[in-house]
């Protein structure tokens, strides 16, 4: 905690705790539950507006004062200075009544499995993997080094994560695919416009779920392997059928049309066809195909 213009740590968490107290960014909750650890108890009833600002903070007003709790582009929205902000983290800063008060650094981890993930992804053919955020551009870069991904995008509201979106899947090779996987309610517009939106069950916004063609209900970046290993295998059990019914249904037509195949041949032929095809999707309910596990080393 970086307290500025005479305010100490205490009362910058106390201004920032209150802003988020109906907050369900985890950024929030991650303040509000280091206010509750320090000992802070402020009446969430003085809080008479709560309006979220997509994409940059919140905006609350408490017996009368109005506090702001946001990204740096809140700031430079609002025409509020306060000084270099090239923070090694995401940064919340705070604003009292137009008054800078400070910022609170909040350091990011990495999610368990997620380099795993990443290796798998590739090794089932995944070409290009990007981190969309609305954090700042030094968090961003610190992560995506540590990950490797492809290329990063930072401080963005949901609107440039929209149009990035729709870039790379104008710049997609032969038609692919593109999945975005998100939680926030800022990630609810592009998880809508993606050919494949995932969501976090756990941790995700009901905005996000609401929106999400799949929810991963463990929240484990692993489980985005598992849902494209499942889809494949669905697939591939799908046109088996289609193909299996077509081919036999086509060869009992023109046995029929030869006269080489009695009604009652022709109606073992349809049922046998249906019985097969139920056996065979049951395929899609057995185990779980793993990628290459022995790629190891490849970034996300």
């Not at 509750?36 to 600002?53: F, I, M, R």
Request: include cysteine; aromatic fraction near 4%; hydrophobic fraction near 45%.
């Amino acid at each position: 905690m970086v307290p500025f213009n005479g305010f100490n740590e205490r009362l910058l968490l106390k201004f920032a705790m209150l802003a988020e107290l109906h907050a369900s960014h985890p950024i929030g909750e991650s303040i509000v539950a280091k206010g509750q650890e320090v000992g802070l108890k402020p009446d969430s009833a003085s809080v008479t507006q709560h309006e979220d600002l997509p994409g940059r903070g919140v905006r609350v007003r408490v017996d009368g004062h109005e506090i702001l709790v946001g990204s740096d582009g809140l700031l430079h929205h609002r025409q509020i200075a306060h000084g270099a902000c090239e923070l090694e983290g995401t940064a919340a800063h705070v604003v009292v009544d137009g008054k800078y008060t400070g910022h609170i650094l909040i350091g990011d981890s990495i999610k368990a499995g997620a380099k795993q993930a990443i290796a798998q992804l590739r090794a089932i053919g995944v070409t290009r993997i990007a981190m969309f955020t609305g954090d700042n551009r030094c968090a961003a870069e610190k992560v995506a080094r540590t990950l490797g991904v492809d290329a990063f995008h930072a401080e963005l509201l949901p609107e440039d994560k929209v149009r990035l979106l729709e870039e790379m899947q104008a710049a997609a090779d032969h038609g692919g695919k593109v999945a975005f996987v998100g939680d926030g309610i800022n990630d609810a517009p592009v998880i809508a416009r993606a050919d494949v939106g995932m969501a976090m069950g756990g941790l995700g916004t009901d905005a996000a779920i609401e929106t999400a063609d799949v929810v991963l209900m463990t929240d484990s970046p692993l489980k985005i392997v598992e849902a494209v290993n499942i889809a494949r295998r669905t697939r591939t059990v799908v046109w088996q059928n289609i193909v299996m019914a077509l081919s036999i249904k086509i060869v009992f037509v023109a046995l029929g049309t030869m006269g080489m195949a009695s009604m009652w041949e022709a109606v073992f032929a349809d049922m046998g066809v249906a019985l097969a095809a139920i056996v065979n999707s049951t395929r899609a309910l057995r185990g779980k195909e793993r990628p290459d596990t022995k790629a190891t080393g490849v970034q996300r």
